[in-house]
């Protein structure tokens, strides 16, 4: 490992900002091991839009899914009333795999 990815290897460790789910996820993207990459790596939140833009459909409808519990809704930290949905779910449901 040459000194300028160590350096580097340490900034991302003293971040602040940078959470351990991202830390590890950066490490593995480092190393090269693209599989523990995709593992490792935070699942997305997606506002009602975007959301809806996926489905091809309505906010009305993501609304309405949200409602009777076919597609959660997170809350996002440090808001009161910011919600998304997390990608994962999103990719499920047009899956076509309604059960969690």
């Given at each position: 490992m040459t000194d300028?990815?160590?350096?580097?290897l340490?900034?991302?460790?003293?971040d602040?900002?940078?959470t351990p789910t991202e830390r590890k996820a950066l490490h593995c993207l480092h190393r090269g091991d693209l599989a523990a990459y995709i593992t490792a790596a935070p699942d997305r939140v997606?506002?009602?839009a975007e959301a809806a833009a996926r489905f091809s459909c309505g906010l009305r409808s993501i609304d309405r899914w949200s409602k009777i519990g076919l597609l959660p809704?997170?809350?996002?930290?440090?808001?009161s009333r910011a919600t998304g949905y997390r990608e994962s779910d999103i990719s499920r449901l047009i899956?076509?795999?309604?059960?969690?």
């Open positions: 300028t990815n160590r350096e580097l340490k900034l991302i460790e003293r602040p900002a940078t997606l506002k009602r809704r997170v809350r996002l930290p440090g808001f899956a076509g795999n309604p059960a969690k």
